[in-house]
Structure formats: structure tokens, C-alpha cells
């Protein structure tokens, strides 16, 4: 099944990345205009290895964190 893409608001720099959890590909603003910054869950930025999150396992951990 194909996962959908979520990209940056217009205007943004964009990067792709592929989420460290799940595979799934999306586009990360690189600034607070980002799709994670409208994410009420805040998570401390990955270390080592991971990258970003995906919306879904960005919403997934914060709920483990809590």
C-alpha cells in the first residue's frame, strides 16, 4: 500500500526524508513553518541513528511518552 506524503507549507525549503519507524516518506520544513510544528506533541530531536518522524509515529511515541 502506498503511504501518503505530507509536504511543507508553500515557500518552505523542503527536505524528504523517510521515517525512521515506519519507512514512510515525507517532506520536513526544516523551520517552524514545518507540519510537525502544528503537532501539539513535542518530543526531544532524534540522536544517532533516527531521523524525523513521520505525523503517525510522531503521534504514536508522544502517546508512549506519556
Known amino acids: 500500500m502506498?503511504?501518503?506524503?505530507?509536504f511543507p507549507?508553500?515557500?518552505?525549503?523542503?527536505r524528504r526524508v523517510v521515517c525512521s519507524r515506519c519507512g514512510t516518506e515525507f517532506g520536513c520544513g526544516l523551520s517552524k513553518n514545518?507540519?510537525?510544528a502544528e503537532?501539539?506533541?513535542?518530543?526531544p530531536m532524534p540522536t544517532g541513528a533516527e531521523d524525523c518522524l513521520c505525523r503517525?509515529?510522531?503521534?504514536k511515541a508522544a502517546?508512549?511518552?506519556s
Open 63 to 65: 502517546g508512549a511518552a
Open 39 to 43: 503537532e501539539t506533541a513535542k518530543l
Open 9 to 14: 507549507l508553500p515557500g518552505a525549503t523542503a
Open 2 to 6: 502506498t503511504k501518503p506524503k505530507e
Open 56 to 59: 503517525e509515529c510522531l503521534r
Open 34 to 36: 514545518c507540519w510537525c
